[in-house]
């Protein structure tokens, strides 16, 4: 810890019988990016769709899609949203009936 500080995730140590050695390795961090987790694929998204776009409102609905007249969106569940091909249209992640 005295050596890596924060970056030091654990070490172990190998033994190898053959050669009568012992080896201490360690694992580090040595990058830290933003990641969000993967989306549930049973949670259900709200989804931008105008007015005017008929043949998507049509194709959201047959895969189980629901209008909510409330907050003017519509809501699937993530999984259908990726076979629609509908991401980029995906307004929150989580919605409240």
Partial sequence: MEQYGERLICVRYRYDERSKQRHK??????ESTA?????NP??????HI???????QNSVRN????W???QQVWQLRYDH????GLTDRIID?????
């Fill in 25 to 30: 390795t360690i694992e580090l961090i040595i």
């Fill in 35 to 39: 990641w969000e987790p993967p989306m």
């Fill in 42 to 47: 049973e949670s259900i998204v709200s989804l």
């Fill in 50 to 56: 105008g007015t005017h776009e008929r043949e998507i």
């Fill in 63 to 66: 895969a189980g899609g629901i």
């Fill in 68 to 70: 909510k007249y409330k």
């Fill in 81 to 84: 949203v990726l076979e629609l």
């Fill in 93 to 97: 992640h989580e919605c409240n009936e």
